[in-house]
C-alpha cells in the first residue's frame, strides 16, 4: 500500500498494538496501514459520507462525527495516540482540537500543509493571487482551509498552549527543498509532521 510521505513518517511514531483515534481519517487508508503494518486497535472519525462509506469496505472502525462539536464524548487518556492529518487548517478552533486530541490521548500526531513555504509565498508575490499548487488544489473561494498556519505559527501555538513537541520532519517534493528543509523549514518545507505530546 503506498501511502503519502506525511502519513508514512508519521507511522513511525504509532506504537504497536496500541489504540489509536484518527480524526478526519478520510477514506480509512492511514488506519488500515497502522493495523496491517503496528497491529492498531483503529477507529476513525469522518463527516463525509462517502469517506465513511470507502472506511466501511476496507473494514475500518468509523463513526460519523463533526470534530468541530468536540471529543467530549472521550474520557482523559482514552487512547495511546489521537492522529489528526491535514485537517487542523480547516477546523473552526484547531488550538481547542489540539487540547481535546491531548486530553484523550497520551501523545498526538499533526499533520497540515505549511503555508510559510517559499512556494506559495513566492506564487502570492508574483501573481499577487492566493497560491494553488499540488499541496494547496483549491481556489480561495472553495477551500475548506480557514486558519492558514506556518510552521512558526503551530510552535508558537505549542509553547503558550506548554505542548511538548517530541519530534517534528517537514516534507517536500521538490529536489532543491529536500536539502534545505532541514535548515529553514518554515520556509521550505510543504507538509509539516509533529508527533506531540502534553
Sequence with gaps: ?????????????????????????????????????????????????????????????????????????????SFDTVVMTNSLQALTRPDRTLGEMLRIGKECVVTFPNFGNI??????????????????????FDTPNIHFCTVRDFEALCHDMEIRVLHREVVTERKPDRHLKSIWPNLFGETAVYHLSK
Design 1 to 77: 500500500m503506498m501511502l503519502r510521505i506525511d502519513l508514512e513518517i508519521l507511522q513511525q511514531w504509532i506504537a504497536p498494538n496500541s489504540r489509536v483515534l484518527d480524526l478526519g481519517c478520510g477514506d480509512g487508508t492511514l488506519l488500515q496501514s497502522l493495523t496491517e503494518t503496528r497491529g492498531i486497535e483503529g477507529y476513525g472519525l469522518e463527516i463525509d459520507p462517502e469517506r465513511i462509506t470507502a472506511c466501511i469496505e476496507k473494514g475500518v472502525n468509523v463513526i460519523e462525527t463533526d470534530i468541530n462539536q468536540g471529543l467530549s464524548q472521550y474520557p482523559d487518556d
Design 119 to 140: 512556494r506559495s509565498r513566492t506564487f502570492l508575490a508574483v501573481r499577487g493571487r492566493m497560491p494553488v499548487t499540488k499541496q494547496l488544489t483549491y481556489q480561495w
